[in-house]
């Protein structure tokens, strides 16, 4: 150790009576935390390739095999319309491909300047938390939907959701780079506003995260009270109460796993925000904060990518985690097996534009959509019948609408 460094206090690192602590964000080398932070990395670096590839076969199978689209351009509906799992797994993909780059880099000690280590390290958080941001705007958009056949509480307009979901999803993207950026460039010129503006960055995640798990928490209890509400019209032996029921439980899982994974990173953020000088120079606290931190990213992720994998049979051309109903059948059946189930899917399914256009027909996303629109119509006259006491329209009439409205 030399003379110099004997008392040395930098944004990487911090050197106290000869003994030199580091900040594991921007640098592993030269500290006591060295040996167990390289470890912790090596172990991130596995689980972030797990989940890459894991996602990269997911999302392959969606897109290719299935024919899932990650927008769907729908002006009518809001200008935001992202395909909710599908562009979750996009985003969680650049995630932990990111994150392992960062970690990679970190290990090999190359690209040292604070500018880059800075914005490298945070840089793949916003797409972890685009990811999930991505997945409340789906929830968002289906309840948005929902406008049209529920009408007993307040359901948010697609304005609104565009404006919500646009906001809590570029925020990080805008705000964060500009303070990871500047704690970077003021590592080696100012360093109280250098530590300042790491502080404030991690505040800011923290009201970033805490605000995203309330949102998606309330979105997702609200859908799934949606989705209970009308499972009672189910028979409960039926296949369309196993499938509905199945689609709830997958919703709650994905919901479930975000919401805790977002409280417990605006938890650690804050503490990490506030007492960063008292953490850093801390053995135990720096280790166990750091194991934590790198796990919880690809583990929440992993976690999300099983939840979708889960019984894949109920996901067929699902967004949300529903199956269409009984995809198989064609819009034969009767008016009375023609059910609200998969609303949260085939409301905005991509693939639906892509097989008017090209012709095809008789496909399983084509009769998806030719039994929403079926749905609307009975939805419409069974609230028309009790306003204005009149009969719905038998199931030939249907159809013929079906057949004008395409």
Known sequence: ???????????????????????WRLTLQDCVESKPMTIIHGIHIGLSGITVLLGIVLLTYRVVFKGHRLFDINLSKGCFRPKPIDCMLLFIIIFNLLRLISSTVLITDICPDMISRSFLYEFPWQFGF???????????????????????????????????????FLAPFIV??????????????????????????????????????????????????????HLKKFNTSG???????????????????????????????????????????????????GAVWNFLGAVATMGVEIAIIFNPKVDDNADLGLKTSSAEKSISQTPQFVTYSNFSAQEYSATTSNNNQNGVQGTLSHNAFDELKLQQLQYQKVFQKHNNHQSPHNNSSDKQQVAQMK
């Open 1 to 23: 150790m030399s003379v110099q460094q004997h008392d040395l206090e930098t944004l990487a690192r911090v050197c106290k009576d000869g003994v030199c602590h580091c900040d």
């Open 239 to 289: 296949p369309r109460y196993i499938s509905v029921q199945t689609g709830i439980f997958k919703i709650r899982a994905v919901v479930t796993i975000i919401t805790i994974c977002l409280m417990m990173f605006a938890v650690f953020l804050l503490i990490f925000g506030i007492l960063r000088e008292i953490i850093v120079v801390n053995l135990v606290g720096s280790v166990v904060l």
């Open 176 to 229: 964060n780079n500009v303070m990871a950026l500047a704690a970077g460039i003021l590592a080696e010129r100012d360093l109280h506003l250098a530590q300042l503006f790491t502080r404030l960055l991690y505040i800011m995640w923290f009201v970033h995260c805490s605000s995203l798990a309330v949102a998606v928490m309330f979105a997702g209890v609200r859908l799934i009270g949606i989705l209970r509400e």
């Open 130 to 168: 685009g990811s999930f941001a991505l997945y409340l705007i789906g929830i968002a958009q289906t309840l948005s939907d929902s406008h049209r056949v529920l009408a007993n509480s307040w359901l948010p307009s697609p304005r609104l959701v565009d404006f919500i979901g646009g906001s809590i």
